[in-house]
């Protein structure tokens, strides 16, 4: 029953654990975007299991591939050759451009990214690092440095190596965060800019070449990390163009650029496959987890045979990473994104979704911003409009709550926590946006009264 499992993870769990909603839910079966609990109430689920399922919760297709690996084989370790990593690894190449040729798969993003940099590392010859303020790349011990949020770094030293650089947020940022952000996703915004014209970019860049030219010995970095739109900071857009020039500056210093897709891979960007894309560059490295199992626990890094080079001279392992029933299901999310257009569908349903929420935006005092692409989207809530004070932790909860009592999932995040996540698995429908945008207008409306 449920208290046995409430007392369980009180005592039994380590008390860090988050667990949603002053009266958790009991979660029993999913099926594509929904979810039932134990009572057999239904909720959408608008966060995916955090930006992971991807293609639905129990997909047919990526449960009769996985059913099928099972009865076959399951592991062996990668000290043998087995068809399906292969032809996995191939398929996976082949959705990414350019040099991006080579694979090590991996069991979740953590250890994608750890690989990540170690890789550059060992390519460079170089220790230090750059990451973006607001970035979160992974909770072990070595990404603990390098994710540069406090909320989520605890018992190691400050970067660990890494330079925590500019916070790239158009509405929270530097200098107030009183520029606006010229983002194609939502025409026609007016610009409320106090720099006269968006110059976010230029701004971030010079930022970032000021950490570059006094925080880094002998003026060469290992590499530099970023996601294009930062997930666990609060859906926080990256202003067009900015990669694109940072990218250039990293590289002026020796550096390889990692793209961290772990929640902007496979499509969810809409408008393109990987979020690097939607910033017009490639990078050298490229990280991936959550969406590439729909939920199966998976991760990989992509990079260019001669940085893959590198690491040839060094032993390599982890026991999981790859084995044939992940390759089984990795194979299987591929070829549903593929035949069931979801880059499409989630670029249609995404730009509909945002400009819905942005007029939900200038009803409501509360919303500050809504930003995203794709399945992607952060609704920032704030005291008021003017002042950009996040919303009170109590007010925010109370929308938050009414939303999942309405039967809707949300995720939060954001330093103050007060970010709405909207990240769904992306075979939502619009029947299901329109509820969304209901029951979100419902908790407004109550808050508001
Ligand atoms: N990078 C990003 C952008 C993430 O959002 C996360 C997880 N939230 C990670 C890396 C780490 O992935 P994992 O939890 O699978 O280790």
Redesign the pocket.
């Known amino acids: 029953d449920l208290q046995t499992v409430k007392n369980i993870r009180k005592n039994k769990l380590i008390p860090g654990l988050i667990t949603y909603y002053k009266e958790p839910v009991y979660v029993h079966q999913g099926h594509m975007q929904y979810l039932w609990d134990t009572s057999g109430r239904r909720y959408l689920d608008l966060f995916a299991g ?3 399922v991807s293609v639905g919760h129990c997909h047919p297709t990526v449960v009769a591939a996985a059913e099928k690996q099972l009865r076959k084989l399951w592991h062996t370790t990668n000290i043998y050759l087995h068809p399906k990593i292969h032809e996995y690894a191939d398929q996976l190449v082949s959705k990414l451009p350019g040099d991006l040729k080579v694979v090590y798969l991996t ?7 750890d690989l990540a940099v170690l890789m550059a590392r060992m390519h460079t010859g170089v220790f230090e690092g750059i990451s973006l303020r607001n ?6 011990p070595y ?1 603990m440095g390098v ?1 540069a949020l406090s909320t989520w770094r605890y018992n190691t030293p400050t970067g660990f190596g890494f330079h925590h650089s500019v916070n790239p947020d158009p509405y929270r940022g530097p200098w107030g965060g009183k520029h606006c952000r010229d983002s194609p996703a939502q025409p026609g915004r007016p610009c409320d800019c106090v720099l006269g014209q968006c110059q976010a970019c230029d701004l971030y860049v010079d930022q970032l070449e000021d950490v570059l030219r006094y925080s880094v010995p002998k003026g060469r970095v290992a590499c530099f990390i970023a ?1 294009a739109i ?3 900071g609060g859906s926080v857009q990256l202003p067009d163009g900015f990669l694109k020039k940072a990218y250039e500056k990293i590289r002026a210093y020796g550096g390889l650029c990692i793209a ?5 891979g496979f499509g969810r960007m809409g408008s393109h496959y990987w979020g690097f894309e939607s910033q017009g560059v490639t990078p050298d490295i490229v ?1 991936m ?2 969406g590439i199992g729909n939920g199966f ?1 998976m ?1 990989a890094v992509v990079t260019t045979p001669e940085i893959a080079q590198t690491m040839g001279r060094a032993l390599h392992f982890n026991t999981f990473g790859g084995n044939p029933l992940a390759s089984a299901v990795g194979s299987a999310v591929l070829d549903v994104i593929d035949k069931e257009r979801t880059q499409a569908l989630c670029a249609n349903l995404g730009t509909y979704f945002i400009t819905e929420l942005d007029k939900l935006r200038s009803e409501f005092e509360v919303i500050g911003d809504v930003r995203g692409k794709g399945l992607m989207i952060g609704v920032e809530l704030v005291k008021d409009k003017k002042s950009r004070q996040p919303l009170a932790a109590e007010e925010m909860a109370s929308i938050w709550e009414d939303t999942k009592d309405m039967g809707v999932l949300i995720g939060k995040g954001g330093l103050y926590g007060n970010c709405l996540r909207i990240k769904p698995p992306m075979c939502i429908t619009k029947a299901d946006v329109d509820f969304s945008l209901a029951v979100l207008r419902c908790a407004l409306q109550k808050h508001q009264d």
């Open positions: 955090i930006v992971t069991n979740s993003g953590s250890e994608a990214n970035g979160y790349h992974g909770a072990s990404l994710t996601e930062q997930g666990v961290d897709e772990v929640q902007t990280t987890a959550k626990p991760g």
